[in-house]
């Protein structure tokens, strides 16, 4: 499983990462520290407050996300696998993007919830690149 530094985890979520820290020293989030003790956290729990974070639309430190060539990195919080298709959805900052793509894609990326990813946009096609 993946794991996120604060700082990590602050950009994907797209805030300061003094927030992300007081949000993790307030107990919103779990943390646990490496063998250096730096502060990180699991990417699923990332991905559950992520779309927590999304639904409340909390603001309290107003976030300044913009997309560059309209990429959206964030992280991997929902897979719904078909037998040919898959449903990918990501939480980039405050935005929750889907992409529909086949399930050869996905498993080719080796896409999991609580991974980074970035979704990129083009016409009305969402197209999703592991970071």
Do not use: C
């Not at 107003?62 to 898959?86: C, M, Q, W």
């Not at 935005?95 to 086949?102: E, G, I, K, N, Y």
């Amino acid at each position: 499983m993946q794991s996120y530094t604060i700082g990590q985890a602050a950009r994907l979520l797209g805030v300061s990462p003094d927030t992300a820290r007081r949000w993790a020293d307030a107990g919103r989030v779990a943390t646990h520290r490496d063998d250096t003790g730096r502060r990180l956290i699991d990417g699923r729990d990332l991905a559950a407050f992520s779309v927590e974070l999304a639904r409340s639309g909390s603001d309290e430190e107003e976030a300044s996300y913009t997309s560059a060539r309209n990429a959206f990195p964030g992280i991997v919080t929902a897979i719904k696998l078909g037998d040919v298709a898959a449903q990918v959805e990501i939480q980039a900052g405050p935005h929750r993007l889907v992409s529909l793509l086949t399930r050869e894609a996905v498993e080719e990326l080796g896409l999991e919830v609580g991974m980074e990813a970035t979704a990129r946009v083009k016409s009305t096609n969402v197209h999703i690149d592991r970071t």
